[in-house]
């Protein structure tokens, strides 16, 4: 298993931004995907980005808002958000796959008000 840690979550008005990081053991090799999950809605898959960080893939209506990049050096997959509008607010997760068998962090709380 990899085991994946988020961080950078925290309260921020309309219109600002935040920088998520994934933090992981032994995921050179995969993809990594962001995922999250408002109160009361189904998880949402966000963006991914491939093993050597050349592709990636976002959903429709987060392009040009968030931006997904990875350091191999670090061991880390950065979300960068910006233009963060309340509909944001949601636990942040990082992620192998998106589905309930994959490795998942624990997740980190973004707040936009």
């Known amino acids: 298993h990899v085991q994946l840690v988020e961080s950078g979550g925290g309260l921020v008005q309309p219109g600002g931004s935040l920088r998520l990081s994934c933090a992981a053991s032994g995921f050179s090799h995969r993809y990594i995907n962001w995922i999250r999950q408002a109160p009361g809605k189904a998880p949402e898959w966000l963006c991914r980005i491939s093993s050597d960080g050349q592709s990636t893939q976002y959903r429709e209506s987060m392009k040009g808002r968030f931006t997904i990049s990875r350091d191999s050096a670090k061991n880390t997959v950065d979300l960068q958000m910006n233009s963060l509008e309340s509909d944001d607010t949601a636990l942040y997760y990082c992620?192998?796959?998106?589905?309930?068998?994959?490795?998942w962090g624990q997740g980190t709380q973004v707040t936009v008000s």
């Open positions: 992620a192998t796959d998106f589905n309930r068998h994959a490795d």
